[in-house]
């Protein structure tokens, strides 16, 4: 392994981990982020994300 790379072991198989989420992955979160609380208005529930660059 590679120092100061993240790296993910998943179902035995090895994938490198980009450093931050890529400007894409940020929009469809937004966008889901904003259906989801749409949908839950009215509902009893509420939507949080963690957004801490620090995680990746």
């Not at 179902?11 to 469809?28: A, C, I, K, W």
């Not at 982020?33 to 009893?44: E, G, I």
């Amino acid at each position: 392994m590679v120092e100061g790379k993240r790296f993910e072991l998943i179902d035995g198989e090895l994938f490198n981990m980009f450093p931050v989420p890529s400007h894409r992955h940020q929009q469809v979160l937004r966008e889901l982020s904003t259906a989801f609380s749409v949908f839950l208005q009215a509902k009893k529930c509420e939507v949080f994300l963690h957004l801490s660059m620090y995680d990746y």
